[in-house]
């Protein structure tokens, strides 16, 4: 999402309105003394986009509506609202196309700007244990410090109904899984039968692949084929050519005998290996016997003892039983190893009967070439050129016969794994509910660097008085070293807001489709004005790095930007004072 444009209207000839306000590309400023009319205006831009804001009363007076022009992948929308106090809800939006969709109620919009961003609400749980959803007004204190009460905390919400709600809005802006699903239950029902079906159509796949491979045989790799059949071509050409020469046919033999012997080479290396894996199970599957042989001795040595009445003359004797539990365990765990190893070997032998009878068909075909090639040398070439051109046109047919066998079986192989993957994923779900989503690989790395993140901009900030070992509590919440948050006061306080903001912007920049950040008044929360700078200028870096927006306002302190970056001032005179709204002209 992309701000363009903020414009108040007026209410009547006596309100009060803006012209056209174009936000930066980069940076967005709004400069000027207190009670200018900057807060308003930065509150618009949250009401525009669905929370309940509260206005002063002159605003609900005077001004009709706030429009709010963005863009979403290159599409323009406008947002137009109307100032209404209370709870009340009036909104009209202007899609791409023109066409004007009203909105009466905060959940129906905020389900259209989460599609529209690509963010997949979920059914959580309030704090009474109902059904409730997320909005954009309980995800936006994420990426909006309001001027109240946000620099108090890292997370103020105008209403916090949600169980875990911090952490349920960064989940769902960073498309993690929920932390309290309403439906966990059903939902794993689901995740377990979609494992099942992917268990099956693995195995169908698998049986399909293991089918082909064993119709087709080995091959070899497509590129590989592919270079042999292009040089064999040029070879036909060239001896189907009526100015042929003795030599050319001579260069069509040696090139089939070079990719002939290749193949047998490599026919050869394979078959050694089979060889020798082979040899290598039944060495394994001889140790297995003997210490099978070796446990059912040390069995019959137990049953022995246990015959001896002066060992143990107790009815319940239980001296040897953990040695019968282990011996049976270690009995079956030797019997599956060696019917693992029989599979294996199964496989193997029908793959080193193939490799010998491919080895013997090459090394026929090597002789019946050496023969040929003797007969060219000799001299009778017309007849041998036929030879030849046959030789090649069957050759040939053969390797495109045993590409497409190798692009079946890569297509196949292609379609196996991934299915495995899906299944992988399907699995990796119903992990998640199984742990009540609490253990989320993406979970423990989005909060690794969160935490790195937040350390960095905490030391922009020169915050040297706190802790910078941070730890999270209930997912996100930061803890620098034994002090919350909300123990920290003043400046200390407001610097730590801004840093953790300003790491979750930058995470953001990747992983969330809300690439901007919207500071209302930090100056009037003690930060000094080179420490503000230094922070702004950090913001600066990454806003170009991968095209964010921050808007802020400020009555003191003044950044000075480029050409992507814009600062509003307030220019129209009301009585001695300059302010950002007029009466309209």
Request: charged share 30%; glycine share 4%.
């Amino acid at each position: 999402m992309k701000f363009l444009k903020l414009k108040i209207d007026s209410k009547g000839r006596e309100g009060l309105e803006t012209e056209d306000l174009i936000f930066g590309d980069h940076f967005t400023q709004l400069h000027g003394p207190t009670g200018t009319g900057k807060t308003p205006l930065v509150r618009s831009i949250a009401y525009c986009l669905g929370c309940s804001v509260k206005f002063r009363q002159e605003v609900y007076d005077r001004c009709n509506s706030a429009n709010l022009t963005f863009s979403v992948l290159g599409e323009i929308y406008k947002v137009k609202r109307f100032y209404i106090k209370g709870k009340k809800f009036e909104l009209e939006l202007t899609d791409p196309s023109g066409k004007i969709i009203p909105f009466y109620e905060e959940k129906t919009y905020s389900d259209f700007l989460f599609d529209l961003l690509g963010i997949k609400n979920r059914d959580l749980i309030s704090n009474s244990g109902e059904k409730v959803v997320g909005y954009i007004s309980t995800v936006l204190p994420l990426f909006y410090v309001n001027q109240d009460e946000g620099y108090s905390s890292v997370y103020k919400s105008e209403s916090s109904f949600i169980r875990d709600q911090f952490s349920e809005m960064i989940r769902l802006s960073f498309s993690l899984p929920e932390k309290n699903s309403f439906n966990i239950k059903k939902n794993k029902i689901q995740a377990n039968k979609k494992l099942e079906a992917l268990d099956l159509l693995v195995s169908e796949k698998k049986n399909r692949l293991d089918i082909l491979i064993e119709t087709v045989g080995i091959t070899r790799e497509s590129s590989s084929l592919e270079n042999e059949i292009e040089k064999l071509e040029v070879e036909l050409e060239r001896v189907s050519n009526v100015n042929s020469s003795s030599e050319d046919t001579l260069t069509a033999i040696d090139q089939m005998l070079h990719a002939k012997k290749t193949r047998a080479r490599e026919v050869l290396n394979q078959l050694n290996s089979v060889k020798n894996r082979r040899y290598g199970f039944q060495q394994i599957v001889e140790d297995i016997n003997t210490e099978i042989e070796t446990l059912s001795l040390n069995e019959e040595a137990r049953r022995v003892f246990m015959s001896f009445g002066d060992v143990c003359s107790s009815a319940g004797c239980q001296l040897f039983s953990k040695s019968s539990d282990s011996y049976a365990k270690n009995l079956l765990y030797l019997k599956d190893q060696i019917k693992d190893l029989k599979n294996n070997d199964i496989h193997d032998d029908s793959l080193e009967k193939s490799l010998s009878t491919e080895l013997k068909i090459i090394e026929k075909d090597v002789v019946e070439l050496e023969n040929e090639k003797t007969k060219q040398i000799e001299g009778s070439k017309d007849k041998i050129d036929f030879k030849i051109i046959s030789d090649l046109k069957l050759e040939l047919f053969k390797l495109h016969s045993e590409l497409f066998d190798s692009n079946k079986v890569k297509g196949s192989e292609n379609q196996y794994i991934e299915v495995l993957n899906r299944r992988d994923e399907a699995l990796n779900a119903l992990e998640a509910f199984k742990t009540d989503g609490k253990v989320d690989l993406r979970l423990a790395e989005l909060k690794k660097n969160l935490r790195l993140l937040f350390i960095d901009w905490l030391g922009q900030l020169e915050t040297s008085n706190i802790s910078h070992d941070v730890t999270f509590k209930n997912d996100f919440e930061p803890v620098l070293g034994e002090e919350s948050v909300s123990q920290l006061s003043g400046s200390t306080g407001s610097r730590t807001v801004l840093a953790f903001h300003a790491a979750l912007l930058e995470m953001a920049a990747t992983r969330s489709p809300f690439n901007f950040l919207i500071l209302d008044a930090p100056k009037q929360h003690e930060t000094e004005n080179v420490d503000l700078d230094r922070y702004m200028l950090r913001l600066k870096e990454i806003c170009k790095e991968y095209n964010l927006q921050v808007i802020f306002s400020a009555t003191e302190y003044e950044y000075k930007g480029d050409s992507q970056d814009v600062e509003w001032k307030p220019k129209y005179l009301v009585g001695k004072k300059e302010m950002f709204m007029r009466k309209p002209i």
